[in-house]
């Protein structure tokens, strides 16, 4: 199916790590994406990972990629109250297509 | 560079009738996107232009569903005889590559809000 997968709720401490976890279905995706969404806001792109490769870290975000299992990850080191929003995975299907599938949102909620 | 804007930021609209929304993406990109999101949901695809033409159709846009990008600029989304099913959030975004290939990186607007009552 068309599905990318999320879990709906997470709740951290703040200076914890968050995990947050995606399943896609395509193996054929190119591209995979990381984006938050404050309540009010638009969409922010926090990061991306090619296909190709297995891990990317930029600052306190890693992206983990599974590409056996379509896994994808996004480890927030160090977590803040800022970081509280709803974060969604996407991908990009294929070559030649700039169709992108988005997950249902995973909402991160960092208590003080 | 000001962003992505979307007008107007809410529609509030009886069943059955046409609205039509606009989005001006950041100047100079070439590619316009266009996703509908429900509540509790993310972006669903509907539509995307790379300069004036639009390559690529979502079968969520149904025929009540047309978009334009005239020049290659500004985009419009218009929603003919609207269903309550059409309430949702309609979001645009814009980015910029170079030739045919590579990843893009896409700036949102805040998005439109339609009712129908």
């Known amino acids: 199916g068309e599905d990318v997968e999320q879990s709906l709720f997470l709740s951290v401490r703040e200076g914890d790590s968050s995990v947050i976890n995606c399943t896609y279905t395509?193996?054929?995706?190119?591209?995979l994406y990381w984006y938050k969404q404050e309540p009010g806001a638009g969409l922010q792109l926090l990061t991306y990972?090619?296909?190709?490769?297995d891990m990317k870290q930029d600052q306190r975000l890693t992206v983990l990629l599974n590409k056996k299992d379509k896994h994808l990850s996004l480890r927030i080191a160090d977590t803040q109250t800022g970081d509280s929003a709803i974060y969604f995975c996407?991908?990009?299907?294929?070559?030649?297509?700039?169709?992108?599938?988005f997950g249902t949102g995973t909402r991160l909620k960092v208590l003080a | 560079d000001t962003g992505v804007s979307q007008d107007p930021r809410h529609k509030i609209t009886k069943r059955g009738q046409n609205v039509t929304f606009r989005c001006d993406p950041i100047?100079?990109?070439?590619?316009l996107y266009w996703y509908r999101q429900t509540l509790g949901q993310g972006p669903e695809f509907l539509t995307y232009?790379?300069?004036?033409?639009?390559?690529?159709k979502s079968r969520l846009l149904s025929d009540r569903f047309s978009a334009e990008r005239p020049k290659g600029s500004f985009s419009t989304l218009e929603i003919q005889r609207t269903e309550q099913g059409d309430s949702a959030m309609y979001l645009c975004?814009?980015?910029?590559?170079?030739?045919?290939?590579?990843?893009?990186?896409?700036?949102f607007g805040p998005g439109t809000r339609l009712t129908v009552l």
């Open positions: 975004a814009s980015s910029f590559i170079p030739g045919t290939s590579g990843t893009d990186t896409q700036y």
């Open positions: 395509d193996s054929s995706s190119t591209y």
């Open positions: 990972i090619f296909s190709n490769m």
């Open positions: 996407a991908e990009r299907r294929g070559s030649g297509t700039y169709k992108y599938i």
């Open positions: 100047s100079e990109h070439n590619r």
């Open positions: 232009f790379q300069n004036e033409a639009q390559l690529e």
